[in-house]
């Protein structure tokens, strides 16, 4: 399986500012997902970072607020802008082979980010 | 709509068997996943099943009946280091993962 590494693993963020996170795989991938999950909540799948074309973004999650990039097939950033206390959660990055292949996801470690 | 059923929690002992459900309503099939996630950590590949039956990988088992939208992970010989949240995941005709809420074990001595 791939192994996924997202940076920052944590961090606390003032309210109004705006976080980064990368994920990085050590292999080429063909589908790459940004998940959010509330503390004791399962996941909710914020996008489906998109190689070369703009993210697909679910239901409740607009580019706005999380602009995603993935310039290739083994990285990706998810942004989480002007920042308010509800956005205090864990973001979990993942990958899959892809349709065809395999539909299993391999997560990434998470960012635990906490806003004030 | 899209619905996965699982329990929100269950209680077993040490050295026991634990089977735990899931039930879905999905557009479409293409397979169904167990995974694990310890607290403060990321989810953990199980299995996978497309096919009605068990699928048997040493403690673990899961079970899949797509006739009756049924799963089940089955934990034998369990363990302290089992307690943790089982989540069960639906992939829908469009290939995307349908989530359920998952189920927190919790293992007594």
């Known amino acids: 399986s791939a192994v996924i590494s997202q940076k920052p693993s944590r961090d606390i963020c003032q309210r109004g500012t705006s976080l980064t996170i990368q994920c990085q795989v050590d292999?080429?991938?063909?589908?790459m997902f940004w998940y959010r999950q509330q503390p004791g909540q399962s996941l909710t799948l914020i996008a489906t970072?998109?190689?070369?074309?703009?993210?697909?973004?679910e239901s409740g999650f607009v580019i706005d607020k999380f602009p995603i990039s993935r310039p290739n097939l083994t990285f990706s950033t998810l942004t989480v802008s002007n920042m308010s206390p509800e956005d205090s959660s864990i973001y979990l990055c993942?990958?899959?082979?892809?349709?065809?292949?395999?539909?299993?996801?391999?997560f990434g470690p998470g960012t635990r980010l906490t806003v004030t | 709509g899209q619905n996965i059923d699982q329990p929100t929690e269950m209680t077993a002992t040490e050295g026991a068997i634990v089977q735990i459900n899931c039930t879905y309503q999905?557009?479409?099939?293409?397979?169904l996943f167990w995974y694990q996630q310890h607290a403060g950590e990321a989810p953990t590949f199980l299995s996978y099943?497309?096919l009605d039956g068990l699928e048997e990988k040493g403690r673990f088992s899961s079970f899949l009946s797509r006739s009756k939208g049924y799963s089940y992970l089955l934990l034998k010989e369990l363990q302290m280091k089992d307690s943790a949240s089982y989540l069960c995941?639906?992939?829908?005709?469009?290939?995307?993962?349908?989530w359920g809420a998952g189920t927190k074990l919790i293992i007594k001595p």
């Open positions: 993942s990958v899959a082979g892809g349709q065809g292949e395999t539909y299993e996801q391999y």
């Open positions: 292999s080429q991938v063909t589908m």
């Open positions: 970072a998109n190689q070369g074309s703009e993210a697909t973004y």
């Open positions: 999905t557009s479409g099939f293409n397979g």
């Open positions: 099943n497309v």
């Open positions: 995941a639906v992939v829908d005709s469009n290939y995307q993962l349908i």
